[in-house]
């Protein structure tokens, strides 16, 4: 009879188990390293683009902490709990945030377009808290917020950069239903990663079926999948995540002490030169030098 609570074993699950352990190392030294430059950047006088980009840095970090809560860590005695699905779904959410911090505070671009990404950035969200309010209660100050938001769409509307969009963008802008102006493609580009420019299209497939429930995601559950129990399938996917989410968080970690340098570089040089190889790594799972 077979017994799903039995000790997986095995040279293949070994090696898996170990990439994993490494990958798990290297996220708590990002996480760590994350939280160093975090507590330094409070007070720091800058523009607003970097303003906003901080706070989105907070927001990578404490999703960081979030994700690492859920990791199985090395302990003989306790095999932890290997949920695919909440590591898709909080993995994506943390990549996003990334892709958001590529757009505002990595992405070059002039004094006027950045501007401009400033300005959708606030329209979109007084768009969200408008449907909010209504929602909530209809009365005069939801009357008094619809009116600002008209004067802030037609500003947007006459700006040059706002002309020269695709007109299906122009529309989702305007109904404040997109920010970035630039796809996840365009902004991946900028990290310096094989891995990550080769890998980013299955990453998200794999995201999408996890986090709309899609047959991919549960169909494959038996006596060992899905069950938050460790085997070959699930560790696999562990260290392979864990290694991309590396080399994202590695390059946002380096980006953000690349723009407050000043501030940021000199007490964190050698954890940052280790980042800096993690980014340019070519496999996953193997200590870097």
């Not at 990549?95 to 950035?121: H, P, Q, T, W």
């Not at 102006?181 to 980013?200: A, F, M, Y």
């Not at 570089?265 to 030169?273: D, G, H, P, T």
């Amino acid at each position: 009879m077979h017994d799903p609570f039995k000790q997986p074993s095995g040279p293949e699950y070994e090696k898996m188990l170990k990439e994993y352990y490494i990958e798990r190392q290297y996220f708590k030294e990002m996480i760590n390293l994350g939280i160093a430059l975090s507590d330094k950047s409070g007070g720091i006088n800058t523009s607003n683009r970097y303003i906003i980009s901080t706070q989105v840095f907070t927001r990578i970090v404490l999703s960081s902490i979030t994700l690492d809560r859920i990791l199985p860590n090395k302990n003989k005695n306790i095999w932890g709990f290997w949920d695919i699905s909440s590591l898709f779904c909080l993995t994506r959410a943390f990549i996003e945030s990334i892709y958001m911090f590529i757009y505002i505070g990595v992405d070059n671009c002039d004094k006027e377009e950045c501007a401009f990404r400033v300005k959708l950035l606030k329209y979109r969200n007084n768009m969200q808290k408008y449907r909010i309010f209504k929602e909530i209660r209809d009365n005069d100050s939801n009357k008094e917020f619809k009116e600002k938001l008209e004067d802030a769409r037609k500003i947007i509307q006459s700006n040059r950069i706002f002309s020269e969009l695709d007109s299906k963008i122009q529309k989702r802008i305007i109904k404040g239903y997109q920010t970035i102006t630039k796809n996840r493609d365009e902004l991946s580009q900028l990290i310096p990663s094989d891995v990550i420019n080769k890998q980013n299209k299955l990453l998200y497939q794999l995201f999408s079926n996890h986090i709309h429930t899609a047959p991919f995601s549960f169909l494959s559950q038996d006596n060992n999948r899905g069950r938050g129990l460790p085997n070959n399938i699930e560790v696999f996917y562990f260290s392979y995540i864990l290694g991309i989410v590396n080399i994202y968080y590695a390059f946002t970690n380096v980006k953000h002490a690349e723009i407050f340098r000043d501030f940021l570089w000199a007490s964190n040089s050698e954890r940052l030169k280790k980042a800096k190889k993690l980014i340019t790594r070519k496999e996953y799972g193997e200590p870097i030098s």
